[in-house]
């Protein structure tokens, strides 16, 4: 930060504020204090007839390789909404049966990943490249591009997504990423 967004000062200091515990950038001339939190990043992986959806990256980070639709979520929305947003719009795609899957905190980038279950809408079970996609298409655990997936996140994801279709049964996973290490914390059946 260089400008104060409340007085327009450039007069900004990192300190930690009284009674935090964090450095923060706060404001010398009017005392504004910023917080800086986790960006939140919410997707769905659309189930269809055995597969998942998967969406070729047309932006960066990770240009060219394949991700489940999923984005940051915006102000005023809730995380299914996004959710189906960020489905919309990187694969055109409308879903329906959102279910809560995984959760992941990645701390060394400030990052949240929320990942629902979801199907393809049965009235129109349909996808196509958006803006945000070279490419779309249906992967069976055979077939998707594992060497070529953008996200360590999107690997574990998918991961356990194959195993739990062997059983039949999904549960929630809560856990973490630290230098592209996974560790599962809990499952919540």
């Known amino acids: ?29 009017c005392g504004m204090i910023y917080y ?6 919410t997707g769905c992986l659309v189930q269809h007839q055995g597969k998942v959806l998967l ?12 991700t489940i639709p999923a984005g940051f979520m915006e102000n005023q929305e809730t995380l299914q ?21 995984a959760l992941f905190s990645i701390p060394y980038i400030s990052q949240v990943y929320v990942m ?5 809408s049965p009235e129109n079970p349909t996808f196509a490249a958006g803006t945000e996609s070279l490419a779309v298409d249906l992967f069976d655990e055979n077939s998707i591009p594992w060497e070529k997936l953008a996200f360590t996140v999107i690997k574990t994801t998918l991961t356990h997504y194959f195993q739990d279709q062997k059983t039949g049964q ?18 919540i059946a």
Request: with cysteine; charged share 20%.
């Open 170 to 187: 999904f549960p929630m996973r809560i856990g973490e990423i630290v230098d592209s290490t996974v560790s599962i914390s809990a499952v």
């Open 36 to 41: 800086q939190n986790p960006k939140v990043i």
């Open 55 to 66: 969406c070729q990256r047309a932006i960066e980070p990770r240009y060219g390789l394949w």
């Open 116 to 120: 629902f279950l979801a199907q393809l």
């Open 81 to 101: 909404q996004a959710a189906m947003r960020e489905t919309w719009e990187e694969a055109q795609a409308k879903v329906t049966a959102l279910r809560l899957y």
């Open 1 to 29: 930060m260089k400008y104060c967004s409340e007085c327009g000062s450039d007069q900004l200091l990192i300190q930690i504020p009284e009674g935090d515990n964090r450095p923060r950038h706060i404001c010398a001339n």
